[in-house]
Nanobody
């Protein structure tokens, strides 16, 4: 059974940094691209970053380019999101996501709050 478990969220001041982790299980992690989404209160969930199977190709939302870095460690079945220069508008619940065989899998989310 697929499981995605996020951790690392918390309270940070604007300009600070935070690293999110997502530990995956129940599937062949190295064969799938992984994604981070976020959802702010009252807003739609948005794609923040994606990473290919080997971690060589990454994509980011324009709003986080240059500040966030997605990475993965296939030996640990873990995908990370390094978040630097955080802004109050980054405040959201961050979700780990994978899609396989036309099915979406989500973690429960980890909240990030950035104070001004």
């Amino acid at each position: 059974q697929v499981q995605l478990v996020e951790s690392g969220g918390g309270l940070v001041q604007a300009g600070g940094s935070l690293r999110l982790s997502c530990v995956a299980s129940g599937f062949t992690f190295r064969r799938h691209a992984m994604n981070w989404y976020r959802q702010a209160a009252g807003k739609e969930r948005e794609l923040v970053a994606s990473i290919s199977t080997f971690g060589l190709n990454t994509n980011y939302a324009d709003s986080v380019k240059g500040r966030f870095t997605i990475s993965r460690d296939n030996a640990k079945n873990t995908v990370y999101l390094q978040m630097n220069s955080l802004k109050p508008e980054d405040t959201a619940v961050y979700y780990c996501h994978a899609r396989m065989e036309n099915i979406d899998y989500w973690g429960k989310g980890t909240p990030v709050t950035v104070s001004s």
